[in-house]
């Protein structure tokens, strides 16, 4: 077995919760903040933006690790995706499929592309967006996950890693809520909107 064979296979969880508590300890030994939203702050305010908005006028140069957090995660992707992707089919729960076709959600079959095998692509395409259902989920859904960051004071990686890590009671609440509203949209909103 070759080495990129034996990377390819599907890892344990452990590894990525081992690999997130090493990187949480490095921060809080530099005293640094983790989170996705606020690398795009640091993107914001290096392309200019501190000119025009207050908010992003700041010496992004402080954040310039984040700079490279976002490269090394789009670098990663790719990499994952093309030269250590698994060669077995991407599984998604029985019991998922059958909620998703209720509301008329149909799920691709199993595939070896996990971005293809773990989305409905019916609703996730350009295609849909022009038709109400794919404009709510797609610019409505985008802007009000933009305001609930802003809102919040970070992202979920934010506050659900490195605020918890930090024992910030508002990163708790932040992530409760996180939760209730997942809940309301699986439950409630989303068949609503499908049904548009």
């Known amino acids: ?12 969880w452990s590894v990525s919760g081992v690999m997130i508590a090493l990187v949480m300890y490095l921060l809080i030994y530099f005293g640094q903040k983790f989170g ?35 490269v090394g995660s789009v670098i ?3 990499i994952g995706s093309t030269l250590l992707a698994s060669p077995e089919p991407v599984h998604v729960s029985a019991a998922t499929v059958a909620d998703l076709q209720s509301i008329g959600v149909t799920m691709p ?7 293809a095998g773990f989305i409905p692509l019916e609703l996730f395409n350009f295609e849909s967006l022009l038709t ?3 404009f709510i989920l ?3 859904g985008g802007f009000l996950i933009g305001f609930g960051t802003r809102w919040a004071g970070g992202c979920t990686s934010g506050h659900a890693i490195s605020g918890l890590a930090n024992l910030q009671l508002p990163s708790l609440v932040a992530v ?14 989303l068949p609503l909107i499908l049904s548009l």
Request: with cysteine.
């Open 1 to 12: 077995m070759t080495l990129i064979e034996f990377i390819s296979q599907p890892w344990h």
């Open 36 to 70: 996705i939203s606020s690398s795009f702050e640091a993107m914001c305010s290096l392309s200019g933006a501190g000119k025009k908005i207050k908010y992003f006028d700041f010496d992004w140069k402080k954040q310039d690790w984040q700079l490279v957090f976002i």
């Open 76 to 78: 990663g992707g790719a």
């Open 109 to 115: 079959q199993e595939t070896s592309d996990a971005g």
């Open 132 to 134: 109400p259902t794919g």
């Open 138 to 140: 797609m610019i409505g």
């Open 176 to 189: 409760i809520g996180f939760f209730i509203g997942g809940l309301l949209m699986t439950h409630l909103l």
